[in-house]
């Protein structure tokens, strides 16, 4: 008989019960700190400062495009090295309300980074990008496609010139 066909299988009695003690109290803080800021503008969470990103590829260009809302043309960066773009971005907020019986102050900070691979053969000085209305729309024209060049090949008689000289006076000294 398996001992697991023992343990009960409800809710208060799974066998998440008999997990380590730590594991267990470390999910129990998890927990309650999701609890805890649930409702509130995620300050760490990377998921949130990520724009959304379209990429579309007609047949002269690729077309990327990202939601910044807030972001002008200062807050912002597009890099290419090495086939990849790279479009950058922070975002600060100072907010100040000053009201008789209280004074608010709240600042707020966020970065992002995305980076998207490009094909072989884009020149980065054909990218154009552009900002408004808080959309960045890059604009990589394609390459021209890969023409095949065909390699002649040679056929070399045994002997002739292959290896190094010493190989050459060796054969004449087997004669």
């Known amino acids: ?38 409702g509130w503008p995620a300050t760490g969470r990377t998921q949130e400062l990520m724009p959304s990103m379209d990429v579309v590829e007609t047949e002269n260009e690729i077309e990327i495009t990202a939601e910044l809302p807030g972001l002008e043309e200062k807050d912002v960066q597009v890099n290419v090295v090495d086939n990849v773009l790279t479009i950058k971005g922070e975002k600060k907020s100072e907010k100040e309300e000053t009201d008789k019986n209280y004074r608010m102050f709240e600042r707020s900070y966020g970065s992002f980074s995305r980076r998207l691979e490009l094909p072989n053969g884009v020149n980065p000085d054909d990218i154009k990008a552009r900002l408004a209305n808080g959309v960045l729309k890059v604009t990589v024209p394609k390459p021209p496609p890969a023409q095949a060049k065909k390699v002649e090949v040679k ?20 004669k």
Do not use: C, W, Y
Request: glycine residues 8%; charged residues 30%; hydrophobic residues 35%.
């Open 1 to 38: 008989m398996d001992l697991k066909s023992l343990i009960p299988l409800g809710r208060e009695h799974s066998p998440s019960r008999f997990v380590d003690p730590l594991i267990r109290l470390q999910r129990e803080i998890d927990r309650l700190f999701d609890d805890f800021t649930q």
């Open 155 to 174: 056929t070399v008689p045994i002997g002739a010139g292959t290896g190094s000289g010493n190989e050459a006076r060796m054969r004449s000294q087997l």
